[in-house]
Protein backbone atom coordinates (compact mmCIF):
# COMPACT_ATOMS: atom_id res chain seq x y z
CA UNK A 1 0.00 0.00 0.00
CA UNK A 2 1.10 3.59 -0.79
CA UNK A 3 0.68 7.21 0.10
CA UNK A 4 0.58 9.83 -3.01
CA UNK A 5 0.21 13.49 -2.04
CA UNK A 6 0.76 16.13 -4.93
CA UNK A 7 0.71 19.71 -4.06
CA UNK A 8 -1.70 22.07 -5.69
CA UNK A 9 0.88 23.76 -8.31
CA UNK A 10 1.60 20.30 -9.92
CA UNK A 11 -1.82 18.15 -9.62
CA UNK A 12 -3.42 21.33 -11.46
CA UNK A 13 -0.77 21.71 -13.91
CA UNK A 14 -0.74 17.70 -14.61
CA UNK A 15 -3.81 16.53 -13.08
CA UNK A 16 -3.96 14.16 -16.40
CA UNK A 17 -0.69 13.09 -15.47
CA UNK A 18 -1.39 12.27 -12.13
CA UNK A 19 -4.58 10.75 -12.70
CA UNK A 20 -3.27 8.56 -15.36
CA UNK A 21 -0.21 7.15 -13.33
CA UNK A 22 -2.16 6.52 -10.72
CA UNK A 23 -5.04 4.60 -12.09
CA UNK A 24 -2.36 2.87 -14.22
CA UNK A 25 -1.04 0.90 -10.95
CA UNK A 26 -4.08 1.02 -8.93
CA UNK A 27 -3.76 -3.08 -9.13
CA UNK A 28 -0.43 -3.39 -8.75
CA UNK A 29 0.74 -1.47 -5.63
CA UNK A 30 -2.12 -3.41 -2.87
CA UNK A 31 -4.11 -0.08 -3.13
CA UNK A 32 -3.67 3.92 -2.81
CA UNK A 33 -4.35 6.39 -0.89
CA UNK A 34 -3.97 9.88 -2.63
CA UNK A 35 -3.81 12.94 -0.66
CA UNK A 36 -4.15 16.35 -3.00
CA UNK A 37 -3.25 19.84 -1.70
CA UNK A 38 -4.95 22.95 -3.45
CA UNK A 39 -4.24 26.17 -1.39
CA UNK A 40 -3.62 28.32 -4.26
CA UNK A 41 -6.96 27.91 -5.92
CA UNK A 42 -8.83 28.56 -2.03
CA UNK A 43 -6.79 31.79 -2.12
CA UNK A 44 -8.09 32.34 -6.16
CA UNK A 45 -12.04 31.45 -4.98
CA UNK A 46 -11.89 32.85 -2.13
CA UNK A 47 -11.01 36.45 -3.91
CA UNK A 48 -13.59 36.11 -6.30
CA UNK A 49 -16.09 35.93 -3.29
CA UNK A 50 -14.33 38.97 -2.43
CA UNK A 51 -12.71 37.51 0.71
CA UNK A 52 -9.36 39.42 1.38
CA UNK A 53 -6.70 36.60 2.58
CA UNK A 54 -5.26 37.42 6.03
CA UNK A 55 -1.89 37.44 7.23
CA UNK A 56 -0.71 37.52 10.71
CA UNK A 57 2.66 37.73 12.59
CA UNK A 58 3.58 35.52 15.32
CA UNK A 59 6.34 37.25 18.29
CA UNK A 60 8.86 35.22 16.73
CA UNK A 61 8.42 37.53 13.71
CA UNK A 62 6.78 34.73 11.52
CA UNK A 63 4.06 35.41 9.17
CA UNK A 64 1.60 33.23 7.93
CA UNK A 65 -1.63 32.68 6.57
CA UNK A 66 -4.48 32.96 8.85
CA UNK A 67 -7.88 30.98 7.91
CA UNK A 68 -10.97 32.60 9.36
CA UNK A 69 -14.30 31.20 9.57
CA UNK A 70 -14.96 32.98 5.95
CA UNK A 71 -12.23 31.39 4.37
CA UNK A 72 -12.87 27.71 5.88
CA UNK A 73 -15.81 27.80 4.12
CA UNK A 74 -14.51 28.29 0.97
CA UNK A 75 -11.53 25.91 1.83
CA UNK A 76 -14.19 23.20 2.44
CA UNK A 77 -15.88 23.83 -0.59
CA UNK A 78 -12.86 23.51 -2.92
CA UNK A 79 -11.03 21.25 -1.05
CA UNK A 80 -13.51 18.71 -0.93
CA UNK A 81 -15.68 19.69 -3.81
CA UNK A 82 -13.91 21.22 -6.76
CA UNK A 83 -10.33 19.81 -6.49
CA UNK A 84 -11.11 16.23 -4.85
CA UNK A 85 -13.87 15.48 -7.58
CA UNK A 86 -11.83 16.44 -10.36
CA UNK A 87 -9.06 14.00 -8.86
CA UNK A 88 -11.98 11.08 -8.99
CA UNK A 89 -13.56 12.10 -12.33
CA UNK A 90 -9.99 11.89 -13.54
CA UNK A 91 -8.61 8.56 -12.15
CA UNK A 92 -12.30 7.03 -12.70
CA UNK A 93 -11.86 7.93 -16.25
CA UNK A 94 -8.19 5.79 -16.48
CA UNK A 95 -10.59 3.57 -15.66
CA UNK A 96 -9.88 2.71 -11.86
CA UNK A 97 -12.50 3.22 -9.08
CA UNK A 98 -11.51 6.15 -7.19
CA UNK A 99 -13.65 7.39 -3.92
CA UNK A 100 -13.22 10.67 -2.50
CA UNK A 101 -13.61 11.48 1.48
CA UNK A 102 -12.26 14.60 3.10
CA UNK A 103 -10.51 13.93 6.73
CA UNK A 104 -13.98 14.62 8.07
CA UNK A 105 -15.19 11.41 6.84
CA UNK A 106 -15.38 8.45 9.13
CA UNK A 107 -14.05 10.58 10.86
CA UNK A 108 -10.37 9.95 9.52
CA UNK A 109 -8.30 12.69 10.44
CA UNK A 110 -8.35 14.65 14.09
CA UNK A 111 -7.18 17.70 14.95
CA UNK A 112 -6.56 20.33 17.22
CA UNK A 113 -6.72 24.33 16.67
CA UNK A 114 -5.74 26.77 18.93
CA UNK A 115 -8.31 29.04 20.27
CA UNK A 116 -6.76 32.01 20.96
CA UNK A 117 -3.40 32.82 19.55
CA UNK A 118 -0.83 35.83 20.39
CA UNK A 119 0.31 37.89 17.34
CA UNK A 120 2.03 41.51 17.01
CA UNK A 121 -0.63 43.95 15.69
CA UNK A 122 0.57 46.74 13.04
CA UNK A 123 2.14 49.17 15.88
CA UNK A 124 4.14 46.48 16.65
CA UNK A 125 2.01 45.40 20.14
CA UNK A 126 1.24 41.91 21.54
CA UNK A 127 -2.24 41.04 21.03
CA UNK A 128 -4.29 37.90 21.98
CA UNK A 129 -6.64 37.05 18.73
CA UNK A 130 -8.85 34.14 17.73
CA UNK A 131 -7.30 31.01 16.67
CA UNK A 132 -8.22 30.39 13.09
CA UNK A 133 -9.64 27.31 11.81
CA UNK A 134 -6.07 25.85 10.77
CA UNK A 135 -5.62 22.89 12.62
CA UNK A 136 -2.24 20.12 13.53
CA UNK A 137 -2.98 16.26 13.51
CA UNK A 138 -3.46 14.30 16.68
CA UNK A 139 -4.42 11.15 15.32
CA UNK A 140 -5.54 9.44 12.32
CA UNK A 141 -8.37 6.35 12.19
CA UNK A 142 -7.90 4.06 9.48
CA UNK A 143 -11.15 2.25 9.33
CA UNK A 144 -13.12 3.99 6.31
CA UNK A 145 -9.86 3.91 4.46
CA UNK A 146 -8.74 0.56 5.23
CA UNK A 147 -12.28 -0.60 3.94
CA UNK A 148 -12.21 0.97 0.64
CA UNK A 149 -8.55 -0.10 -0.15
CA UNK A 150 -10.05 -3.70 0.92
CA UNK A 151 -12.79 -2.97 -1.72
CA UNK A 152 -10.22 -2.17 -4.50
CA UNK A 153 -10.61 1.94 -4.42
CA UNK A 154 -7.98 4.49 -4.94
CA UNK A 155 -8.87 6.57 -1.82
CA UNK A 156 -8.41 10.60 -2.72
CA UNK A 157 -8.15 12.75 0.89
CA UNK A 158 -8.71 16.20 0.70
CA UNK A 159 -6.54 17.95 3.64
CA UNK A 160 -9.65 18.66 6.06
CA UNK A 161 -9.88 17.71 9.45
CA UNK A 162 -12.59 17.53 12.54
CA UNK A 163 -11.63 19.57 15.66
CA UNK A 164 -11.75 18.63 19.03
CA UNK A 165 -15.88 20.19 18.59
CA UNK A 166 -16.26 18.98 16.14
CA UNK A 167 -15.62 22.10 13.63
CA UNK A 168 -13.98 21.60 10.03
CA UNK A 169 -10.36 22.46 9.96
CA UNK A 170 -7.69 23.09 7.32
CA UNK A 171 -4.91 20.75 7.75
CA UNK A 172 -1.29 20.55 5.74
CA UNK A 173 -1.68 18.23 3.09
CA UNK A 174 2.15 16.73 3.41
CA UNK A 175 0.98 16.29 7.45
CA UNK A 176 -1.96 14.25 6.62
CA UNK A 177 -0.32 12.08 3.57
CA UNK A 178 2.80 11.27 6.05
CA UNK A 179 0.70 10.91 9.27
CA UNK A 180 -2.16 8.37 6.93
CA UNK A 181 1.13 6.75 5.52
CA UNK A 182 2.42 6.07 9.33
CA UNK A 183 -1.04 4.67 10.99
CA UNK A 184 -1.42 2.69 7.70
CA UNK A 185 2.07 1.11 7.63
CA UNK A 186 2.38 1.96 4.11
CA UNK A 187 5.16 0.84 2.06
CA UNK A 188 5.78 3.98 0.44
CA UNK A 189 5.21 7.86 0.76
CA UNK A 190 5.88 9.76 -2.07
CA UNK A 191 5.56 13.59 -2.33
CA UNK A 192 4.74 15.27 -5.83
CA UNK A 193 6.01 18.68 -6.33
CA UNK A 194 7.01 21.06 -8.80
CA UNK A 195 10.83 20.71 -8.51
CA UNK A 196 12.65 17.41 -9.31
CA UNK A 197 13.60 16.53 -5.34
CA UNK A 198 15.53 18.28 -2.58
CA UNK A 199 18.37 20.55 -3.63
CA UNK A 200 21.24 20.94 -1.34
CA UNK A 201 24.61 23.14 -2.03
CA UNK A 202 23.32 23.20 -5.26
CA UNK A 203 23.11 19.63 -6.49
CA UNK A 204 19.38 17.43 -6.06
CA UNK A 205 19.78 14.51 -3.51
CA UNK A 206 19.35 11.08 -4.20
CA UNK A 207 19.09 9.01 -1.11
CA UNK A 208 19.56 9.99 2.60
CA UNK A 209 18.87 8.31 5.77
CA UNK A 210 16.04 9.19 8.39
CA UNK A 211 18.69 11.14 10.49
CA UNK A 212 20.13 12.99 7.29
CA UNK A 213 16.92 13.99 6.20
CA UNK A 214 16.20 15.68 9.37
CA UNK A 215 19.53 17.72 9.66
CA UNK A 216 19.09 18.53 5.84
CA UNK A 217 15.63 19.91 6.76
CA UNK A 218 16.76 22.22 9.40
CA UNK A 219 19.39 24.13 6.96
CA UNK A 220 16.57 24.33 3.64
CA UNK A 221 14.18 26.85 2.76
CA UNK A 222 10.25 26.87 3.48
CA UNK A 223 8.08 24.06 1.66
CA UNK A 224 10.58 21.38 1.36
CA UNK A 225 12.02 21.66 4.81
CA UNK A 226 8.56 21.04 6.01
CA UNK A 227 8.16 17.50 3.41
CA UNK A 228 11.41 16.62 3.67
CA UNK A 229 10.92 16.88 7.97
CA UNK A 230 8.08 14.61 7.10
CA UNK A 231 9.03 12.12 4.81
CA UNK A 232 12.17 11.47 7.67
CA UNK A 233 9.87 11.21 10.63
CA UNK A 234 7.61 8.73 8.42
CA UNK A 235 10.16 6.60 7.65
CA UNK A 236 11.72 6.44 11.42
CA UNK A 237 7.97 5.62 12.50
CA UNK A 238 7.81 2.89 10.33
CA UNK A 239 7.26 3.39 6.50
CA UNK A 240 9.59 1.64 4.32
CA UNK A 241 10.22 4.17 2.09
CA UNK A 242 9.88 7.83 1.01
CA UNK A 243 10.11 9.47 -1.94
CA UNK A 244 10.18 13.76 -3.25
CA UNK A 245 9.79 13.74 -6.71
CA UNK A 246 8.25 16.03 -9.57
CA UNK A 247 4.82 15.41 -10.29
CA UNK A 248 4.84 18.20 -13.46
CA UNK A 249 6.13 14.79 -15.66
CA UNK A 250 3.92 12.42 -17.52
CA UNK A 251 4.15 9.32 -15.01
CA UNK A 252 4.82 11.21 -12.14
CA UNK A 253 4.14 7.55 -10.02
CA UNK A 254 7.73 6.32 -12.11
CA UNK A 255 9.73 7.74 -9.63
CA UNK A 256 8.84 4.88 -7.04
CA UNK A 257 11.16 2.99 -9.21
CA UNK A 258 13.80 4.84 -7.16
CA UNK A 259 14.89 6.35 -10.99
CA UNK A 260 13.97 9.58 -9.68
CA UNK A 261 14.12 12.15 -6.89
CA UNK A 262 14.82 12.26 -3.60
CA UNK A 263 14.88 9.11 -1.33
CA UNK A 264 14.78 8.57 2.19
CA UNK A 265 14.86 5.03 3.59
P1 LIG B 1 3.79 21.65 -2.75
O1 LIG B 1 2.78 22.75 -2.80
O2 LIG B 1 4.10 21.05 -4.10
O3 LIG B 1 3.50 20.62 -1.74
P2 LIG B 1 5.74 23.33 -1.32
O4 LIG B 1 5.59 24.70 -1.87
O5 LIG B 1 5.20 23.05 0.04
O6 LIG B 1 5.18 22.29 -2.39
O7 LIG B 1 7.29 22.89 -1.35
C1 LIG B 1 7.99 22.79 -2.57
C2 LIG B 1 8.78 24.04 -2.79
O8 LIG B 1 9.85 24.11 -1.85
C3 LIG B 1 9.46 24.13 -4.14
O9 LIG B 1 8.60 24.67 -5.12
C4 LIG B 1 10.66 25.04 -3.87
O10 LIG B 1 10.41 26.35 -4.32
C5 LIG B 1 10.78 25.08 -2.35
N1 LIG B 1 12.10 24.79 -1.84
C6 LIG B 1 12.71 25.46 -0.83
N2 LIG B 1 13.92 24.95 -0.56
C7 LIG B 1 14.11 23.92 -1.41
C8 LIG B 1 15.20 23.00 -1.62
N3 LIG B 1 16.31 23.03 -0.88
N4 LIG B 1 15.05 22.05 -2.58
C9 LIG B 1 13.92 22.00 -3.34
N5 LIG B 1 12.87 22.86 -3.20
C10 LIG B 1 12.95 23.82 -2.23
Do not use: W
Not at 25 to 37: D, E, S
Not at 69 to 74: M, P, Q, S, Y
Not at 168 to 183: H, Q, R, T
Amino acid sequence: MIVVKAGGRALLSNITGIANSIASRAKTLGGIVFVHGGGDLVSEYSSRLGIEPKFVTSPTGIRSRYTDLDELEVYVMVMCGKINKEVVSAINRFGANSVGISGIDGPTLLAERKKKIVIVDERGRKRVIEGGYTGQIVSVKTGLVSRLLEEGYVVVVAPVATGTEGEALNVDGDSAAAAIAVELRAERLLFLTDVEGVYYEDRLLGTLNPDQGLEIASKIGPGMNRKLMLAARAVKSGVASAIISNGTIPDPLSALDGSRGTLVR
